[in-house]
């Protein structure tokens, strides 16, 4: 059985920064493209930032570009979301992914997600 198990999310100021985790269990994660989507409340799920497994090149969106970088710890079949300088439009369930790869419906596997919430 695959599961996907986020950690980490909560409350946090301003310009503060977060790290997400995201375990990953009954797959290898070195065999599929991850991701890190977010969905804020009223809005559609967003893709953040993806990595393909073939030539690790990375996608990421604008809006968190230079704030928040993914990494990956293959040892521990572990994917990170490091978030930086946040912001309340940061402000969302996070979810973590793995797939055939960076593309439209390109994940097969999903978290249940970690809410965020930047608040002062």
């Known amino acids: 059985q695959v599961q996907l198990v986020e950690s980490g999310g909560g409350l946090a100021q301003p310009g503060s920064s977060l790290t997400l985790s995201c375990a990953v269990s009954?797959?290898?994660?070195?065999?599929?493209?991850i991701a890190w989507f977010r969905q804020a409340p009223g809005n559609e799920r967003e893709g953040i930032t993806c990595?393909?497994?073939?030539?690790?090149?990375?996608v990421v969106i604008d809006s968190v570009k230079g704030r928040f970088a993914m990494s990956k710890d293959y040892s521990k079949n572990t994917m990170y979301l490091q978030m930086n300088s946040l912001k309340p439009e940061d402000t969302a369930d996070y979810f973590c992914?793995?797939?055939?790869?960076?593309?439209?419906?390109?994940?097969?596997?999903w978290g249940k997600g970690v809410p965020v919430t930047v608040s002062s």
């Open positions: 009954g797959v290898s994660l070195d065999e599929y493209a």
């Open positions: 992914a793995a797939g055939p790869g960076c593309y439209e419906d390109g994940m097969t596997y």
């Open positions: 990595i393909n497994t073939r030539d690790q090149s990375s």
